[in-house]
């Protein structure tokens, strides 16, 4: 089933200048020259919330959703929440039937705050802290993956019933093609020189601790599926190991995302229904060989269930057009507002308040750090008029944005805007002054409130 099928009322927007691959899949460029999102000018938006601000779409983000439950309908999904979480996205992950995957206590208290079920959460993270277990221990949350030594003791110290868990295990694949699937990394234990085994073997020796099954997450950015069925494999054969030595038959594999999405037209894309048959067939092959009982396969998305979900509007505050150069187009924004900068990502942006001219220029869109590595996107197409006042659109934003943006400069966070049907609203309003020294404990308006 494809996204069309799942929104066929979106087929009545195409629109030969937007790119669905990048662009959110209602949006589309209205009479007026104005990008629409949701059914709503980019226009009104700026002008309601200001600039930067991040927009999402609700049905764009619901639809990838219900995407991966078709493609994958015995797979187990879980949207990852530090892709981007609030309430409301929250809320709406779990109202199509995905579980949540949490990194942090205040990821947490916000799935609660949400109704998000704590059964269907799964606590991640390379260095939980004591009180970070303790919350989820608190909470009731379904299943914890375990990803250091001493996280082993810390948690089975912290339960007095048991608490289900899963160990994040590194198979042993190329690391320049798998990213975190390397050997050499922060993450989980290596099935290279049995530092795995060992892990395994204490876990089920803990009487508080029930290991259902292993976490394998190949990397980031991932198009070729042939990967996850080399990983498949070896996991197996560690299930059936498990089963061999401590007769306990581990039923979950949940295989992590890090599913690619493109920035930018021709971008590779990973596809849930060839991912799909990758997997069936490993596991059907890998169980056959090992008569191990075919364990629940549970999928984890964030970026590729967000990132074509939002943009980010700025306004142009200059442009700066060097003789014999590059032309400078600066915003109201910063890199503080984007992964671009971070990731190396080439993000597609657009003129969103009016018509474009025939006549197009390479420009470099920076933003305003004052500093040398603040460019939001170099080298992309734009108006040869471009001018201030401009207001710019950048696609792709929805994941890793307004999820872990600082306050570099101290220029506050944006605030994240929901459209749907036609309709916007705030789900986080923008960061304010009074909430950057409500926090400052030197300010006197502090003291007085205390």
């Not at 710019?392 to 049907?421: I, K, M, W």
């Amino acid at each position: 089933m494809t996204l069309f099928e799942l929104l066929p009322s979106l087929r009545h927007g195409l629109n030969p200048h937007v790119d669905r691959a990048v662009w959110p899949l209602s949006a589309y460029v209205d009479e007026a020259g104005r990008l629409c999102v949701g059914g709503v000018p980019a226009t009104e938006i700026a002008a309601e919330f200001g600039s930067p601000t991040h927009v999402v779409d609700e049905e764009d983000f619901r639809a990838r959703i219900r995407c991966y439950r078709a493609a994958l309908p015995d797979a187990e999904l879980v949207y990852v929440g530090k892709a981007l979480l609030s309430v409301a996205v929250a809320g709406w992950a779990a109202s199509e039937g995905a579980g949540l995957g949490v990194y942090s206590s205040r990821q947490l208290a916000i799935a609660l705050a949400a109704d998000v079920a704590p059964a269907d959460m799964i606590l991640h993270g390379n260095a939980k802290t004591a009180a970070e277990l303790d919350d989820a221990v608190a909470a009731g949350v379904g299943r914890v993956v375990i990803e250091t030594p001493n996280e082993i003791g810390l948690l089975s110290g912290r339960v007095r019933r048991r608490q289900r868990v899963l160990l994040r295990v590194v198979p042993d694949l190329d690391g320049g093609a798998v990213g975190t699937g390397a050997l050499d990394q922060k993450f989980g234990f290596a099935l290279a020189q049995g530092l795995a085994a060992g892990a395994i073997k204490r876990v089920v020796n803990q009487p508080w601790l029930d290991l259902v099954g292993l976490h394998c997450r190949l990397g980031s950015q991932l198009s070729d599926t042939g990967v996850y069925g080399e990983a498949i494999r070896q996991i197996i054969a560690v299930m059936a190991e498990v089963r061999d030595r401590h007769q306990v038959v581990l039923t979950e594999l949940n295989l992590g995302g890090g599913h690619a999405v493109p920035y930018a037209s021709g971008d590779p894309e990973l596809s849930p229904r060839t991912l799909a048959a990758v997997i069936d067939g490993a596991l059907r092959s890998a169980c056959a060989e090992h008569s191990f009982p075919r364990p629940k396969v549970v999928i984890e998305a964030g970026r590729a269930i967000a990132a074509r979900a939002g943009i980010t509007l700025y306004r142009v505050i200059t442009v700066k057009r060097q003789p014999g150069g590059r032309t400078f187009v600066a915003v109201d924004g910063d890199m503080s507002d984007s992964r671009i900068a971070i990731s190396g990502s080439r993000h597609t942006v657009a003129l969103a308040n009016r018509h474009v001219p025939t006549e197009t220029a390479p420009v470099t869109v920076v933003g305003r750090h004052c500093g040398a590595g603040d460019e939001i996107a170099a080298e992309v197409e734009l108006p040869a008029d471009i001018r201030p006042g401009d207001l710019l659109a950048v696609a792709g934003t929805g994941a890793y944005l307004q999820a872990t943006g600082p306050s570099f400069n101290l220029v506050g966070q944006p605030p994240l805007v929901g459209v749907a049907d036609g309709r916007f609203h705030e789900l986080v309003r923008r960061e304010t002054v009074a909430d950057l020294l409500a926090r400052d404990c030197s300010w006197h308006g502090s003291r007085r409130a205390g």
